[in-house]
């Protein structure tokens, strides 16, 4: 495997093994004192490490199925007839990574099953599982179908409308597209490093039929673009107001140049005429540059965020802390993009009672009571915590701060013994 190759995978395991411990080791802002309703001065961690874990996730979704684009549109008619080993072993570190992406940002029990079950099979047929190569592609063709809108759809109900159908086929399309030129980017790239290295004649077909691809993929990308840009033109004034416009300006130049380098590398190599060392070195290296703008791209993608909706309204995240003498909790209320708030609930237990029978979150404003679905993540001894108590973590996704004003928010708890916590809050959202 080239060099590229194997830093571009060791940055993404680093990467992913550094956010799997700082989530599982509770790095966060605490603040002191027996309760509290906001966390002055913090910085929001939780909103950094989603982002970067959504990027390892998008990321190796669209190398997974970008190589599969090359080994079935590209590879075959380049007169080849069985995968390479480094790219098949490309496509086995990409399964991997996205397997474990997934789980590692999942929040919807329901949709996080679906892609985990599209994940585990994909990774299955990466590794032979199923011998027969035409229904292997035909797999693999139905998870890519699956898993890339689910990319694009963080709850149920925002997908029910109109708009909302259009924002997650153009964002589908978007990838797919993208998947086009960046897995199939690094396939080509893995392709021209093989030794012994491939005949001219076999060189050109690859080249030839990935950049035709890639072309079809750039309109592509064009096109939704500007089906993802007029669907936030109510929107502008926000995005011109704040550090967004300038990423989203950034990733606009950054594109640019990704195809003003692809485009002079592709020129040079096709005047290279029968010049080969000159031709694979400078293509080489014009792809290897125009594949690292590429990941800082997709890493201004993911910070860029949507802005607010009519769903979310919150000025700043929720942070309320109670101590108790049997129990303590902590809940967190953050906007995400999208629309939708993201609720974290932890709750510290006495060590050997085991996680709470039930939880409740519910806020109440007038007549309006949303109850959040609290699905459980994780519980145990707590080293970092209170002495003496196990901390179980619970989450939430969805639309339940609707509009400002005043909110009452209860949370119950119910313990092993059959002993029932429960707080209570009034928060004004300005």
Known sequence: ????????????????????????????????????????????????????????????????????????????????HKAWSMIERIEQIAALVTLYAIILTGSNNTLMLVKVTVAVIWLLISWKAIPHPKISSAIKGLCALVIIPLLHIENVQTFLSLQGVISVLAASIHTAAGAIWFGGGISIYAALSRKPELPSHQVRLLISRFMTLATVALCSIVLTSLIKLSLSLSM????????????????????????????????????????????????????????????????????????????????????????????????????????????????????????????????????????????????????????????????????????????IMDVNVTDEARKKHTYEKMEVIP
Not at 13 to 33: F, H, K, N, P, R
Request: aromatic residues 12%; hydrophobic residues 45%; proline residues 4%.
């Open 1 to 80: 495997m080239s060099v590229f190759i194997r830093r571009l995978a060791s940055t993404f395991v680093i990467t992913a093994a550094c956010l799997y411990l700082m989530s599982v080791t509770g790095w966060e802002v605490v603040a002191s004192g027996h309760e509290h309703m906001h966390a002055e001065g913090s910085v929001e961690w939780p909103d950094l490490f989603d982002k970067l874990k959504r990027l390892i996730e998008i990321s190796s979704v669209m190398v997974l199925v970008g190589v599969n684009i090359f080994r079935s549109a590209i590879f075959p008619a380049s007169g080849g």
């Open 236 to 407: 502008w004034t926000e995005w011109k107001s704040g550090p967004n416009g300038i990423l989203v300006l950034l990733k606009l130049l950054l594109t640019l140049v990704i195809v003003w380098v692809a485009t002079i590398g592709y020129r040079r190599w096709r005047r290279a005429g029968n010049d080969e060392m000159s031709m694979r070195f400078h293509y080489k290296q014009s792809l290897r540059f125009s594949l690292s703008l590429t990941v800082l791209v997709l890493l201004i993608s993911v910070l860029i965020s949507a802005p607010a909706t009519g769903g979310t309204v919150l000025m700043e995240p929720i942070y309320w802390h109670v101590m108790g003498e049997d129990a303590h909790m902590t809940l967190r209320v953050r906007d995400q993009s999208g629309g939708a708030q993201h609720i974290t609930l932890d709750i510290w237990l006495p060590s050997g009672m085991g996680k709470p029978i039930s939880t409740e979150v519910i806020f109440h404003r007038d007549k309006e009571k949303v109850e959040a679905s609290m699905i459980y993540k994780e519980g145990g001894p707590d080293p970092y915590g209170f002495e003496g108590f196990d901390k179980y973590t619970y989450e939430a996704k969805g639309s339940y701060i609707s509009e400002s004003g005043s909110w």
